[in-house]
């Protein structure tokens, strides 16, 4: 049988996994609009925990961090779901065909649950047959959807316009403050560096003056601090906060977790 797990073409992401899944990538690079069609889909950020169940359609902002996991219903049955994402060279060239006028600095919320539409319902109705027959979708009809994403999008909230079209990129913010607050996150040294509005280099030279230390080492500490206090004081088991606390894999945290405090962390 054909592996529909996860369809994807272009922009268009059709996703359907039987077990809880978390997402491979915390950092959200496009805007994702999405429509849940059965499961839950739990996003953890910094703010918390938001779960989305089926029927929510939603949009979510670029440039953020967010642990994703795909969650089948409870009575058994698959997680399903449909993404499109509106990336920046798209939104940049639709602007310049439409001749928009320049957006202003979007500040609000960074994931948008959309009250019920019954034309963005049935926008997202008319993808499903693509994902059973792949061979009949193109680029370019990939990209006529997007506009057509895009249209809805305006037409049910005007806030939608600064939302996509806002194409400033993260300032300078405080370094120590930020990264207190999302250290969880496995993403590389130059996805932070973007985050907090560096490039590289000065990301790693402001890191040094702020914590005294390299990203790396200052990232693993913090990390293992956290997990040393989840399962020694929380009485949580190794397998569950290894991915919380922004690990690739168990047997890393494990070898990591003993070489600094001398212990498994099975055995605390």
Same mark, same amino acid.
């Given at each position: 049988?054909?592996?529909?797990?996860?369809?994807?073409?272009?922009?268009?992401?059709?996703?359907?996994?039987?077990?809880?899944?978390?997402?491979?990538?915390?950092?959200?690079?496009?805007?994702?609009?999405?429509?849940?069609?059965?499961?839950?889909?739990?996003?953890?950020?910094?703010?918390?925990?938001?779960?989305?169940?089926?029927?929510?359609?939603?949009?979510?902002?670029?440039?953020?961090?967010?642990?994703?996991?795909?969650?089948?219903?409870?009575?058994?049955?698959?997680?399903?779901?449909?993404?499109?994402?509106?990336?920046? %060279?798209? /939104?940049?060239?639709?602007?310049?065909? $439409?001749?928009?006028?320049? &957006?202003? @600095?979007?500040?609000?919320? *960074?994931?948008?649950?959309?009250?019920?539409?019954?034309?963005?319902?049935?926008?997202?109705? %008319?993808? /499903?047959?693509?994902?059973?027959?792949? $061979?009949?979708?193109?680029? &370019?009809? @990939?990209?006529?959807?997007? *506009?057509?994403?895009?249209?809805?999008?305006?037409?049910?909230?005007?806030?939608?316009?600064?939302?996509?079209?806002?194409?400033?990129?993260?300032?300078?913010?405080?370094?120590? &403050?930020?990264?207190?607050?999302?250290?969880?996150?496995?993403?590389?040294?130059?996805?932070?560096?973007?985050?907090?509005?560096?490039?590289?280099?000065?990301?790693?030279?402001?890191?040094?003056?702020?914590?005294?230390?390299?990203?790396?080492?200052?990232?693993?500490?913090?990390?293992?601090?956290?997990?040393?206090?989840?399962?020694?004081?929380?009485?949580?088991?190794?397998?569950?906060?290894?991915?919380?606390?922004?690990?690739?894999?168990?047997?890393?945290?494990?070898?990591?977790?003993?070489?600094?405090?001398?212990?498994?962390?099975?055995?605390?």
């Amino acid at each position: 049988m054909e592996d529909k797990s996860h369809i994807q073409f272009d922009n268009l992401l059709y996703s359907c996994v039987d077990k809880k899944q978390r997402a491979n990538e915390s950092f959200v690079q496009e805007h994702a609009f999405g429509y849940i069609i059965s499961g839950e889909s739990h996003f953890k950020t910094n703010e918390g925990l938001r779960v989305a169940g089926p029927g929510t359609i939603g949009l979510v902002r670029r440039n953020q961090l967010i642990k994703s996991d795909k969650v089948p219903p409870l009575g058994g049955g698959d997680f399903k779901a449909i993404n499109i994402f509106l990336d920046q %060279s798209f /939104l940049r060239k639709y602007s310049a065909d $439409n001749k928009l006028a320049p &957006a202003n @600095s979007y500040n609000g919320d *960074k994931i948008r649950i959309l009250p019920p539409d019954p034309f963005i319902k049935g926008y997202f109705d %008319s993808l /499903l047959p693509y994902f059973d027959h792949p $061979n009949m979708i193109n680029s &370019a009809l @990939s990209e006529l959807k997007s *506009k057509e994403a895009v249209e809805l999008l305006l037409r049910l909230d005007a806030t939608f316009y600064d939302f996509l079209f806002d194409f400033s990129e993260p300032y300078k913010i405080d370094l120590e &403050a930020y990264m207190n607050q999302h250290y969880m996150y496995n993403v590389p040294a130059a996805r932070f560096a973007t985050l907090t509005g560096r490039s590289l280099a000065s990301f790693k030279r402001d890191f040094e003056k702020v914590f005294r230390t390299s990203p790396g080492q200052w990232l693993q500490q913090k990390r293992l601090q956290e997990a040393h206090y989840l399962i020694r004081e929380k009485g949580r088991k190794p397998s569950e906060v290894y991915l919380d606390v922004g690990f690739e894999n168990l047997s890393h945290f494990s070898y990591t977790f003993k070489k600094v405090y001398g212990v498994s962390p099975s055995l605390i």
